[in-house]
């Protein structure tokens, strides 16, 4: 299927705004803008055309690729008055295989009006969005007229990005009441009840983590990346590299990375910084040997100057990468939180997706890093994985409230380019069943005394839905908070690995990737650290 987006009032760039959120109501479907005009009236005006017709001049071979060819048409009248949204969707189904067959097909529309006493009361609420106020309306717009095609609105409403907790910091900082703030959550970007409630809880927890953040700018978290796996999951993206070739890739990588932990530990002395975070991502870190992880976090903790209690995470999350023998050399290391991520609590399922282990792997690792006391177990969990629905899903939570963790985090499937199920023509099929599968998750989780601390959403996410850390009180992880919430520097170490460096005037960010080829990395982390270090300087100059 395809949709196309046009308007007679946007430009081009305004229009785009509304792409995503087209995409969450046809996760399926090519969305994208209509062609710009080339035929021009006596005024050298682009001619608009019969928004039936669009895409259908085009070679057969252009619209046949496509069964159906939606038109969404919204124009925005602001602002100008009277102030109005209007607009319209035209459907056209292709029954035949030719081009002239298609133009006689079937026609299913919809239309929509916000007159102008809406529109006022729509903007009378609090708005504390980046984008213009004519990018909203159209937004607005979108979610008036599309749930009258697709049959569902998105529980986020307009919301299409990662971090939906930052429009409620905004809100607050602002210094609107929490009413206020709800409110404006749910008249202005259509944020469905519950999840304006989850985004307050969250925030709410949040709030102490991040006024230390803010007021201690010298403070940073420390990422380090291991983009080295056993096997890759079927519905990872993530840049990993097997070692079914030998261990020579991973050496030479080990050794680049420990020149960059070096350097940038100096920098970072003779700048004034210290780690308050550490997290060992990948990736598998604990793919590494023993005494190869243990050697990488004594470098860690001896070159990165840092002040008080570190938090100092590893992503243990394949246990067939762990023994006792690492597990005990993790926590002698300082090591205070361990990841262990089953996904699932399903054989079947974990051979489906390409996880070499078993859930009786699991259950012993667990219990032998659970013998070790002094550190937090996180696990890691997916909502819809293949063959994956209700009933499995409280089998899974049933086996992980008797292993009692002290975090759990939960990920909606998201079926990204460059999975082996993206490749493989993959889609998420379950429905209105996700949200029953959440709603299960949610109940599990207050029920094992955790509450949900951050969240975050993503490209292709099932249902529209988010991923959600839970903790017990006292239990969060920093650098996720940090990280997720972007108020505090990150700087990542290592193969694909991003650092983000905060202005503290408006904590606007300054980005900076590595690459994610491991031989590339090695040739170019110096010319990163370069800019690393001016970013810093320019944000505090």
């Keep these: 299927m395809k949709i196309i987006l046009k308007s007679n009032t946007l430009s081009r760039s305004e229009l785009a705004a509304g792409l995503s959120l087209s995409r969450a109501f046809f996760p399926h479907a090519q969305v994208e803008l209509e062609e710009e005009s080339t035929d021009k009236g006596e005024d050298g005006k682009p001619i608009e055309k019969d928004p039936k017709d669009v895409d259908l001049n085009q070679s057969d071979t252009t619209a046949v690729a496509h069964d159906e060819i939606g038109i969404v048409h919204i124009d925005i009248h602001y602002p100008e008055t009277p102030s109005r949204i209007e607009g319209y969707f035209s459907l056209q189904e292709a029954h035949h295989e030719t081009a002239e067959d298609i133009k006689e097909a079937d026609v299913k529309e919809a239309a929509f009006e916000v007159d102008e006493d809406e529109v006022k009361a729509l903007l009378a609420h609090p708005y504390v969005g980046k984008e213009s106020l004519r990018k909203l309306l159209l937004k607005r717009g979108l979610l008036a007229l599309l749930p009258q095609v ?9 919301l299409t990005g990662i971090r939906p907790s930052k429009i409620l910091h905004r ?307 920093r650098y996720n908070i940090g990280i997720m919430e972007e108020q505090q520097t990150v700087i990542g170490l290592g193969a694909g690995a991003s650092s983000k460096i905060i202005n503290p005037k408006d904590f606007s960010l300054i980005n900076i990737h590595h690459p994610s080829d491991w031989q590339a990395y090695l040739h170019r982390w110096q010319e990163m650290q370069g800019r690393r270090e001016e970013a810093w300087n320019q944000v505090r100059n």
Aim: aromatic share 6%.
């Design 150 to 158: 697709a049959g569902h609105t998105p529980p986020w409403g307009i």
């Design 171 to 477: 809100l607050q900082d602002a210094g609107y009441t929490a009413e206020e703030s709800n409110r404006s959550l749910r008249e202005v970007y259509g944020v469905r009840e519950d999840k304006a409630q989850l985004l307050q809880k969250v925030v709410s927890l949040q709030q102490p983590y991040l006024n230390f953040m803010r007021t201690h700018l010298n403070h940073v978290a420390i990422y380090v990346g291991i983009p080295f796996c056993p096997t890759r999951c079927s519905y990872c993206s993530f840049p990993a590299y097997s070692l079914k070739q030998g261990r020579e890739t991973l050496e030479r990588y080990l050794q680049g990375l420990g020149e960059e932990i070096r350097t940038t530990g100096a920098w970072m002395s003779a700048s004034g910084l210290v780690a308050d975070s550490i997290y060992l991502g990948g990736g598998t870190p604990t793919i590494l040997t023993t005494s190869e992880i243990s050697a990488l976090i004594a470098l860690v903790r001896k070159a990165v100057p840092t002040e008080g209690v570190v938090e100092l995470t590893v992503e243990a999350g394949r246990p067939d990468t762990l023994s006792q023998e690492k597990l005990l050399a993790l926590r002698e290391c300082g090591v205070n939180r361990l990841s262990i991520n089953p996904q699932t609590m399903h054989d079947r399922t974990l051979q489906r997706i390409g996880r070499a282990h078993t859930v009786d792997d699991i259950l012993k690792v667990y219990q032998l890093a659970r013998e070790i006391p002094g550190w937090v177990i996180n696990m890691d969990l997916i909502m819809g994985l293949p063959g994956e629905g209700v009933k499995d899903i409280k089998e899974t939570l049933g086996q992980i409230k008797l292993l009692g963790p002290d975090n759990l985090t939960v990920h909606a499937l998201s079926i990204k380019r460059g999975s082996k199920e993206r490749e493989q023509g993959s889609t998420q099929n379950l429905g209105g069943e996700l949200e029953t599968i959440q709603q299960v998750v949610m109940t599990s989780a207050r029920s094992m005394g955790m509450l949900p601390y951050y969240l975050y959403r993503q490209k292709y996410i099932a249902g529209n839905l988010e991923n959600i850390g839970f903790a017990k009180p006292g239990l969060e992880c």
